[in-house]
Every structure is written in structure tokens, then in C-alpha cells.
């Protein structure tokens, strides 16, 4: 399974982003979806996730202004991001677990400042 990320940018703080995750075969199956960021210096740290059943899961930093949706019919998982910050400034990797393997796709960058 290979997962390419895009989306990624720099904004200023307040605007929005849309990132996307297409994987190289039908998600249907996958057990759960996410997106993680990585900041520099930090750990990489979980920001959403989606489940097959369709339960979400957030950060609480990002809680009110991210959406992830799961497009099934387009193999792909989408986090929408809105009211950025400049701590929301991260590599977002894109992730997904089928048949107990986790796949990581490359990474996007997205920048928030003004």
C-alpha cells in the first residue's frame, strides 16, 4: 500500500488548508485512517483519525477546526483545516492500518505565519 500526501503550503494565520492522502488501492477495508503531524523538535503526535465504522477521533488542539472525511470511492482521506495557527506549522504525514500493517505516506509541509 502506498499513501502520496499533497495539499501542504504556507498560509497565514487564520486561512485554511485541504490536505489529501490518495492510496494506491480501495480503502475500504482499512480499519482506521489518520493524520499525524511533526513539528520540528517534537514527536510526531496524532491530529485525526477515522475509522471504518466512521468514528472520528481529534486532537484537542484541533477540535472545532479540522475535518477529516474518508472518500471511499476516490481512495482517499482528506483533512481540512481551517483558522490555522502558526503552532498548527508541521510536516502532516497521512497513515492507515489494513490487516494489522500501518502505512505511512510521505509528508506535506505546512507552514502558518504571516
Not at 497565514?12 to 480499519?31: K, M, V
Not at 477546526?65 to 490555522?84: H, P, Y
Request: hydrophobic share 30%; proline share 3%.
Amino acid at each position: 500500500v502506498q499513501l502520496q500526501a499533497s495539499g501542504g503550503g504556507l498560509v497565514q494565520p487564520g486561512g485554511s488548508l485541504r490536505l489529501s492522502c490518495a492510496a494506491s488501492r480501495s480503502i475500504f477495508n482499512f480499519n482506521t485512517m489518520g493524520w499525524y503531524r511533526q513539528a520540528p523538535g517534537s514527536q510526531r503526535e496524532l491530529v485525526a483519525s477515522t475509522r471504518k465504522s466512521g468514528y472520528t477521533n481529534y486532537a484537542d488542539s484541533v477540535k472545532g477546526r479540522f475535518t477529516i472525511s474518508r472518500e471511499n470511492a476516490k481512495n482517499t482521506v482528506c483533512l481540512q483545516m481551517n483558522s490555522l495557527k502558526p503552532e498548527d506549522t508541521a510536516v502532516y504525514y497521512c497513515n492507515a492500518e489494513f490487516s494489522g500493517a500501518y502505512y505511512w505516506g510521505q509528508g506535506t509541509l505546512v507552514t502558518v505565519s504571516s
